[in-house]
C-alpha cells in the first residue's frame, strides 16, 4: 500500500528537550511538507521540501528544523526553542509543484500529537 | 485581514439536511482552491479540488467558486452521520507549493 506514515502518534516532551518526529512516504514523491495544527487556527506550514537536500522554511519556522537526505524520509525536529510545541503536526507529500501548471494534490499522514509536560 | 476566513463553527445540522460551508479570501493570484475534510485525530483528505469560477459536482459535494466575489463554497446533499467532520478549505496560488488553510469549519450531522 502506498502512503505516508508517522511516527510516533502521541509524544510527550519535557520542557528543554529536542524532539524529533518521522515523517516517511511510499509514493515517489518529490515534495514533502510539515504543518501544524492548532486548535482553531487551521493548518501553518513549517518547512518544506522540494528536492533531496534542499528545504525552504514556511511561515512559523522558527524553533524547528528539518533535513531531507532520502526522498522518502523528512523528519522534523521540534527544538527547546520552541516555546510552545505542543500541537497536532501533520505531514504531507505530493509530486513536485513544479513552477507552472495545476497545483498537485498534497496528500496528508496520520499526525504526531505532540504534549509538553 | 487574514488571508482566507472560514467560519469555525461548530454546525450541527440534521440528517439528510442541506449544509453550506463558505470561505473568503483576500489574495487575487489564488488560482486553485480545495476542500479538505478531517476526521477527529486523523489527517486531512482532499474532497474538492477546482480552479476556475462555476460549480463542480461530486456526488452529493458541490464546490462553488467566485472569483470576482473571492468566495468559495461547499455544499453537501443529503448529509449523513458520516459526514460529521471538520471540513478546511485551502487555496494556493499558481506555481506555488504553499497551500493557505482557513481555519476550518467543524460540522455534526445528528441521526
Known amino acids: 500500500d502506498g502512503g505516508i506514515t508517522q511516527s510516533p502518534k502521541y509524544l510527550f516532551r519535557k520542557e528543554g528537550q529536542n524532539v524529533t518526529l518521522s515523517c516517511e512516504q511510499n509514493?515517489?514523491?518529490?515534495?514533502m511538507y510539515w504543518y501544524r495544527q492548532d486548535p482553531g487556527q487551521g493548518l501553518r506550514l513549517i518547512y518544506y521540501?522540494?528536492?533531496?537536500?534542499?528545504?525552504q522554511k514556511g511561515d512559523i519556522a522558527e524553533g524547528y528544523s528539518v533535513s531531507r537526505e532520502k526522498k522518502e524520509s523528512f523528519p522534523l525536529t521540534v527544538t527547546s526553542a520552541q516555546k510552545n510545541p505542543t500541537a497536532f503536526y501533520l505531514c504531507?507529500?505530493?509530486?513536485?509543484?513544479?513552477?507552472?501548471?495545476?497545483?498537485?494534490?498534497?496528500?496528508f499522514g496520520p499526525g504526531t500529537r505532540l504534549t509538553v509536560l | 485581514q487574514k488571508e482566507v476566513e472560514q467560519d469555525p463553527g461548530p454546525l450541527s445540522v440534521p440528517e439528510g439536511a442541506i449544509v453550506s460551508l463558505n470561505c473568503t479570501y483576500s489574495?487575487?493570484?489564488?488560482?486553485?482552491f480545495m476542500w479538505y475534510r478531517q476526521y477527529s485525530r486523523k489527517g486531512p483528505e482532499l474532497l474538492m479540488y477546482?480552479?476556475?469560477?462555476g460549480n463542480k459536482e461530486d456526488g452529493r459535494f458541490t464546490a462553488q467558486v467566485d472569483k470576482s466575489s473571492k468566495y468559495i463554497s461547499l455544499f453537501i446533499r443529503d448529509s449523513q452521520p458520516s459526514d460529521s467532520a471538520t471540513y478546511l478549505c485551502?487555496?494556493?496560488?499558481?506555481?506555488?507549493?504553499?497551500?493557505?488553510f482557513g481555519k476550518g469549519t467543524k460540522l455534526t450531522v445528528n441521526p
Open positions: 489574495n487575487s493570484a489564488f488560482q486553485y
Open positions: 521540501s522540494q528536492i533531496v537536500n534542499d528545504f
Open positions: 485551502a487555496m494556493v496560488e499558481g506555481g506555488s507549493e504553499k497551500l493557505v
Open positions: 509514493l515517489n514523491h518529490d515534495a
Open positions: 504531507a507529500s505530493s509530486i513536485d509543484q513544479g513552477t507552472s501548471g495545476p497545483h498537485n494534490e498534497q496528500f
Open positions: 477546482t480552479y476556475s469560477s
